[in-house]
């Protein structure tokens, strides 16, 4: 009890990280506004003027659109790196001589930077939604893959034995026994593969695009528009916050309704 009133716990008051993460956002906030000050409106646009730019935005119409075709992009590339990496995370992860095999051009691949090969899907895909749909999967493939496979590689032996002694086959064997085990690295592989097709994504439309808001971002810098620069980041960043919420609100269920953590080895 002792310990319980030292520390807040236990008597209705909120935990010293639930108070710090609800803090961080309101001292960026006040950094921005003193920072906006000091530089003055016409270098960086402050918390107010970017939020009366994006209204200008939405009312004037070049957010909406824009945002829209980012946003399709993004969750039809997501859902391509989610289930090529966990497709072939699974096959890689329970045959020892492929893992072996292919491991190690994963993780090298992994390694390069990716804006480099960028001219590659420029011109296998022509410009288009295509290429920044590919561009963005691409990205997010590799930490579904890796945590994926390095998941199921830690699945005690003694679980696939039995499994194999039942019978079952290789969709029962995935649901029941493999799926239940790794459950909540996938989770983290989805925040990853989330976070990094979005990176791909907005890359893609920074260097060739015909639409979303990496490309009125690129004109906005082109053209030197704090306004709009402030105001395209400041969306791009509440997308991609509100994302990884949502997947570390699951992930923090999980570990707790089933006392798991999750394991990023190999990233």
Known sequence: MATESATGRGVGLPDVVTVGRLLVPVAIVVVWQLMALW?????????????????????????????????????????????????LGVVLGLRDTAFEVFEIYTLSVYSIPKIILFPLFLFVFQLGMDTKIAFGAFHGFFPMLIIT????????????????????????????????????????AL????????????????????????????????????????????????????????FYGAQRYLENRWNMTASTEGL
């Open 39 to 87: 530089l003055g409106p016409d270098l960086l646009p402050g918390p107010a003027a970017t939020l009366a730019m994006i209204r200008h935005g939405v009312e004037a119409g070049w957010i909406v659109g824009n945002l829209a075709n980012t946003m399709e992009t993004l969750a039809v590339g997501f859902v391509i790196a989610a289930v090529a990496g966990l497709v």
């Open 149 to 188: 496979m390095g998941a199921i590689r830690e699945v005690d032996d003694i679980y696939l034995d039995v499994a194999r002694s039942l019978r079952l086959n290789r969709w029962q064997l995935f649901r029941h026994v493999i799926f239940p085990f790794v459950l909540v690295q996938l989770v983290v």
């Open 191 to 246: 925040r990853l593969a989330f976070s990094l097709t979005f990176l791909g994504v907005i890359l893609a439309e920074l260097f060739a695009s015909k639409s979303g808001l990496g490309l009125v971002l690129q004109h906005a810098m082109a053209n030197f528009d704090p306004g709009r620069i402030m105001a395209i980041v400041t969306i791009l960043m509440t997308v991609a916050f509100a994302g990884n919420i949502v």
